[in-house]
């Protein structure tokens, strides 16, 4: 057997011509020659453009071309010209309507990684003659109550650091007053505010504009408005959770300050008489009436035209601590007139001694419209000095070469208050053994 070698050349390999194994190749030409000669000839249509209505509508024109028997001009025949017309009108609004443009959306605010509730403390601010409207109002329609977020008092939660931070909030001073170790109490009535908080905190004897070494704050805080005692400047306080202090409106703190807000910061503020038509619950007032020896005396915080002696007060206006002096200074202001600072007191008609000024008034003592407090001027008569003056002038009294006594200004005498001649009054006057005649206007009376 011989073996031939491919030798890279152009030509196939033996037996093959042009890809096709020699013994098939003839036969194959010769078929494909008889099938081609046999079929009939054929010259494809071109191909239809592809139809537009829109050109063909706005042109005019019909396409004629090489299009199947059943269309004419791309469109079949039994589509009638109505419904041409429609198309025609309804491509022509789609090309003039123009979208609006598309308005970014802004991006969603980030979340919030802070869940913790925003806890709010509640309080009232008391001058020494009664409550205040605050700034900082509270949400409720009191404007007497005051709010601020717990969060914004700097630790250490202390009564003085939430103090310092509601005063910061209320725009108000913190005066401070020197402290004697051994309490001296006046147990006279106020002629002045600063004499007012004296009566009050008995142990605070003086103040000073100029701090001295042994200070502490003017300014009480109250855990509630009837608390007896204030709080300690280092009394840890309680701002968030549940059983915190000033946790609502009818629980709040009470501040209370050392001196009567100036005229110009009382005009800063909001003022009470906007708030003259609130309504106020009944069961929110303390309800009293007036007396002297003789009989009843017209009130001026009158509310019935047949109860004409009958007042009232709301208890949250009573100054802390809430007791019988408290309500009876209160009393004073509202009716103008300082006697009934000096009134004696009494639950009911029972014969009883008059309430003590210390005892706690509570939250219901005199609630009751049916049942008011009764407060009744004291006596005033020829010879019964108890009518409280101040001294207006530094005077020396002699009553003999032995017994000569200075009376400085500001001291407190007792009176009848009755004239003798055109000028002069009987007096009791300290560090005298007998009673003194003293010119009118030496002095002034506390209790008009």
């Not at 020659?33 to 019909?62: D, K, M």
């Not at 900082?136 to 009564?159: K, N, T, W």
């Not at 020896?293 to 009958?310: I, L, M, N, P």
Request: hydrophobic residues 35%.
């Amino acid at each position: 057997m011989s073996i031939s070698t491919h030798t890279g050349s152009s030509e196939s390999p033996p037996g093959y011509r042009s890809g096709v194994p020699s013994s098939m190749r003839s036969q194959s030409l010769a078929d494909s020659v008889r099938t081609a000669s046999s079929a009939p000839s054929y010259r494809s249509a071109p191909l239809p453009p592809l139809f537009s209505p829109t050109t063909a509508l706005i042109s005019g024109t019909t396409h004629t071309g090489a299009c199947p028997p059943s269309y004419r001009s791309g469109v079949p025949s039994s589509v009638s010209s109505e419904s041409l017309a429609d198309s025609a009108s309804t491509v022509s609004s789609v090309a003039s309507y123009r979208s609006p443009p598309l308005t970014p959306l802004s991006p969603p605010p980030p979340p919030s990684l802070v869940t913790a509730p925003d806890y709010e403390v509640h309080y009232r601010i008391y001058t020494p003659t009664g409550a205040i409207p605050v700034k900082a109002a509270a949400s409720s329609p009191d404007p007497f109550v005051g709010r601020i977020l717990a969060r914004s008092v700097p630790p250490p939660h202390l009564a003085g650091m939430l103090k310092r931070r509601i005063l910061a909030a209320e725009g108000l001073p913190d005066r401070t007053i020197s402290v004697e170790e051994s309490p001296k109490a006046q147990l006279v009535a106020p002629s002045n505010l600063l004499e007012t908080f004296l009566f009050l905190y008995p142990s605070i004897t003086s103040i000073s504009s100029s701090p001295p070494a042994t200070t502490t704050s003017g300014t009480q805080i109250y855990a509630t408005m009837y608390d007896s005692q204030p709080m300690k400047d280092d009394a840890a306080v309680v701002l968030t959770g549940d059983g915190r202090h000033g946790a609502s409106p009818d629980n709040p703190l009470a501040v209370v300050l050392l001196e009567e807000l100036s005229i110009e910061a009382t005009n800063a503020r909001p003022q009470a008489e906007e708030y003259a038509n609130r309504e106020i619950p009944l069961d929110k007032y303390v309800y009293y009436r007036l007396y002297n020896r003789d009989g009843e005396v017209r009130s001026s915080a009158a509310f019935d035209s047949v109860h004409t002696a009958q007042g009232r007060i709301e208890r949250a206006h009573i100054i802390p601590p809430a007791t019988v002096n408290s309500l009876k200074l209160c009393v004073s202001k509202v009716e103008h007139r300082r006697i009934w600072f000096y009134a004696d007191l009494y639950e009911g008609t029972a014969p009883r001694d008059a309430l003590w000024g210390g005892t706690s008034i509570g939250r219901e003592m005199g609630g009751d419209v049916n049942s008011p407090l009764m407060m009744v001027q004291p006596e005033r008569k020829s010879g019964l000095f108890n009518r409280p003056a101040r001294m207006l002038k530094t005077r020396r009294f002699r009553q003999s070469d032995s017994n000569i006594c200075d009376v400085q200004e500001g001291t407190m005498i007792q009176t009848d208050g009755l004239l003798v001649g055109d000028f002069w009054c009987e007096c009791e006057v300290p560090g005298l053994t007998e009673k003194a005649m003293l010119k009118r206007k030496w002095f002034e009376l506390l209790d008009e």
